[in-house]
């Protein structure tokens, strides 16, 4: 299929799976796409949340899931969390996580383009993250006091299922690996 006979959403999900950052470094440390749980849906915790036996708040802890673990979802149910506005619980193989700390995601991984299109914005496309998510790796000082703070604290950097970016260079690597240089221009 050529790009010209594309829809816009069908490009930026094809251009999704590579949506990094491009430091075009090092790349020892970071692989482009982590190893997610097959599963139609998906849920990435965004905090250290404890897995529960019941839907409840206070019932049995039987695990605690870290920053951008992925599950599988099997299910919302209604459960209790007194004093929070949420009742809703996600149900996975493994115990019950309060809805709220988690993000709902798929795993959607697409094929990556080798080149970029020419534009009226001028070479490059717009792209969305089809992962729970991608490492990226920053060219320079990190501009986000956020991306700031993880680095200090010697966290991995990522960018999010469903963000949207734009992309303006691929950079092939050793054994063919593609990563994209998102520009922080919008």
Known sequence: MSIERLSRRSFIKLAGLSAGALAFTSLERVSPVADFPQAEHLGRVF???????RPDIDSQTVGVLYDDAVVPCLREVAGRHPYRYRQRWVETPDGYIWASEVQPVRNQPNQPLRSLPQTSLGQGMWVEVSVPYVDILLEGKPKSPGFRARMEAGMPLSLYYSQILWVDQIKTYEKGALWYRV???Y
């Open 183 to 185: 520009n922080d221009r």
């Open 47 to 53: 905090s250290k949340v404890e897995l529960k036996a």
